[in-house]
């Protein structure tokens, strides 16, 4: 795994050398104007990459011609200008990767040894793990006012900035590693504390967490939460939400959103989430050695007791 050692990088300080991100994007763009030896060459030394890539696209063993054909596709021409604007080097990125892996190796998150590589894609998720390969979609990160986002509605091109990667790929680590496992039926509360453990390995792993973007929030939206924290558990509560098991309810109240149908609409999306995270931040005050692990397995999240213990 990575060595730790403190350096500095890009103004920050960081507890472990980079780990390198392919510009799978980069390499993809130039492929079909190879020459058929260059082009074996590349299928070899970035085979890894590749095959992670094609899984994602549903399209296993690529060919040459495939692989080709996919580097003139229109993902791929459409983003490739925007990319090398918002990410010229990808050296910043290197040095928060290799930071989050040192610290999920230092709190035992289990993760093998990852490859790393950026690429460009039309699918909606941002960032995908096949086996031990992490595929990167930068076309994800590239600013809420870029041109490409103006279709989606507001709440959603907010997560589309690039100082949201790193909490969006510790998260993703975290989530593929330890993922939310109940054998009944999730109640609203065991989703709200596995997904405010989730928020809690953000702000653990990205080197110089905030919280707002921990939680994908503007600061506003943040005080907001803050302000209303306990009229927002109370309304939960006397409503027997946190117990609701209803797939339609819990989405309304974890998935992004606008707003969250609470404080008569008024609460920001994914609201039940910052709550998770409140009492998962109460529960830490209580048992300070609890580890990321412990927080994101069944014995903490499926555990009503877990609710008590945090007092919240």
Same mark, same amino acid.
Not at 109 to 115: A, K, V
Not at 199 to 208: G, S, Y
């Given at each position: ?102 610290? *999920? %190796? !230092?709190?035992? &998150?289990?993760?093998?040894? #990852?490859?790393?590589? =950026? ?5 909606? /998720? ?56 109940? *054998? %009944? !039926?999730?109640? &609203?509360?065991?989703?709200? #504390?596995?997904?405010? =453990? ?5 702000? /653990? ?108």
């Amino acid at each position: 795994m990575v060595v730790g050692v403190v350096l500095m990088g890009c103004g920050r300080q960081y507890e472990a050398e980079p780990v390198r991100v392919v510009r799978l994007d980069e390499v993809m763009s130039q492929f079909a104007a190879l020459d058929s030896a260059r082009q074996e060459a590349v299928t070899e030394e970035f085979a890894p990459e590749i095959d992670a890539l094609f899984q994602v696209l549903g399209e296993p063993d690529p060919t040459i011609e495939e692989i080709a054909a996919w580097s003139r596709s229109r993902a791929v021409e459409m983003f490739q200008p925007a990319i090398d604007s918002v990410f010229p080097i990808l050296t910043r990125l290197e040095h928060q990767v290799g930071h989050i892996l040192y610290r *999920a %190796e !230092r709190d035992s &998150l289990g993760l093998p040894p #990852l490859r790393f590589a =950026a690429v460009a894609w039309g699918k909606p /998720q941002p960032i995908v793990r096949v086996d031990t390969v992490v595929l990167i979609a930068l076309n994800h990160y590239l600013g809420a006012d870029f041109e490409g986002y103006s279709h989606w509605d507001e709440y959603r091109r907010a997560e589309k900035n690039p100082e949201q990667l790193p909490y969006d790929l510790a998260a993703a680590l975290a989530a593929t590693q330890l993922p939310f496992e109940m *054998a %009944e !039926r999730p109640t &609203l509360l065991n989703w709200m #504390l596995y997904e405010g =453990a989730l928020v809690e390995a953000r702000m /653990q792993l990205v080197p110089e967490a905030r919280l707002n973007l921990a939680l994908g929030y503007t600061p506003d939206q943040l005080e907001v939460l803050e302000d209303n924290t306990r009229k927002i558990w109370n309304e939960m509560a006397a409503r027997r939400l946190i117990y609701d098991t209803d797939p339609a309810t819990i989405n309304r109240l974890l998935a992004a959103a606008p707003s969250t149908p609470l404080l008569g609409g008024k609460a920001p999306g994914r609201a039940a989430r910052y709550i998770g995270y409140k009492i998962v931040k109460e529960y830490l005050k209580k048992h300070s050695s609890t580890s990321l692990p412990y927080l994101l397995s069944p014995q903490f999240y499926g555990n009503q007791q877990s609710l008590i213990e945090a007092g919240f």
